[in-house]
């Protein structure tokens, strides 16, 4: 095994699940699905609350523990997610360590965008990538993990082909009680009909998860996006209504502007902003949009 290993890969695939694993193994301990890892020779490292980032003193603290004799076996382990979360100084604080391992001890980094550790840190590292499956995997895997959900392929084209952040969106969508997400398309189309305003539109999402509705909306605008680079390849994006008979707005600066807007939007859901207007506002744009068209 590596002195230090970096596991890379997109949400939704299970990282987190295979480093558990991963650290249970290493310490002798039997696998389990459920329930915090406690154990002597091991620690795990992540933003502290109400901060975005790993701080310097929470590395030198790990750096301190992998240099302590292990006491219950000859391997001692170490988790930082997510990695890419440590400011410079932190990740400099670690560069000894990666250099220099202490004894057995192997310390794992966890990262959804490894390009954005420095270099230092990477090629320090062996690599891990944590890669999603085929589509017919994934399906197969979430059908057999709950028959009761009549179409995965939605939930998994919201998720990126991501099976477990697609069994998490469909619980969030569960939990409204009623068809969330099928509610969107009927939404969108009632705004760019002006049937219905932004306003109240944005209220209804802004009580449900807004995250879905907020993946919903970038899916659909990178279909747009597609069935306008590539009109010969059939959108995978949702099916709007009016957007099916009304002429395509050509305008791709506009489309990928907006897209940036939604991404954006996604970014801030746990910044205490007033989420409903900021839907209110992404709602808008389709009312300016279908004037312009008209």
Not at 169 to 178: K, V, Y
């Amino acid at each position: 095994m590596p002195h230090a290993l970096l596991v890379h890969g997109p949400t939704g695939t299970g990282r987190g699940l295979l480093v558990d694993w991963l650290a249970r193994h290493l310490l002798g301990l039997p696998p389990a699905t459920a329930g915090e890892l406690v154990h002597p020779d091991y620690r795990s490292v992540a933003p502290e609350p109400e901060r975005d980032v790993i701080i310097v003193g929470q590395v030198r603290e790990l750096v301190e523990f992998m240099g302590l004799t292990a006491s219950g076996g000859a391997r001692k382990v170490a988790v930082i997610r997510p990695a890419e979360a440590m400011n410079i100084a932190a990740a400099n604080a670690l560069l000894k360590t990666l250099e220099e391992p202490p004894g057995e001890g192997m310390l794992v980094l966890v990262a959804s965008t490894p390009g954005a550790l420095p270099a230092t840190i990477t090629s320090r590292c062996q690599r891990l990538r944590v890669g999603l499956p085929s589509p017919a995997a994934a399906r197969a895997w979430l059908a057999a993990a709950d028959p009761s959900v009549p179409d995965w392929e939605t939930y998994l084209a919201l998720a990126g082909g991501a099976p477990l952040l697609a069994a998490e969106l469909c619980r969030a969508d569960r939990a409204e009680g009623e068809p969330f997400i099928a509610a969107l398309a009927a939404d969108l189309d009632a705004v760019i009909g002006r049937q219905e305003g932004p306003v109240p539109v944005a209220r209804r999402w802004a009580k449900g998860p807004v995250d879905l509705a907020l993946r919903w909306l970038h899916r659909l605008v990178a279909g747009q996006i597609t069935a306008l680079a590539a009109p010969g390849i059939p959108s995978t994006g949702p099916r709007i209504t009016s957007l099916q008979t009304s002429a395509p707005d050509q305008n791709m600066a506009a489309w990928f502007a907006y897209l940036d807007r939604v991404e954006l939007a996604r970014r801030q859901i746990d910044r205490s902003l007033n989420m409903e207007l900021v839907l209110a506002d992404l709602l808008l744009w389709w009312v300016g949009r279908s004037a312009r068209a008209g």
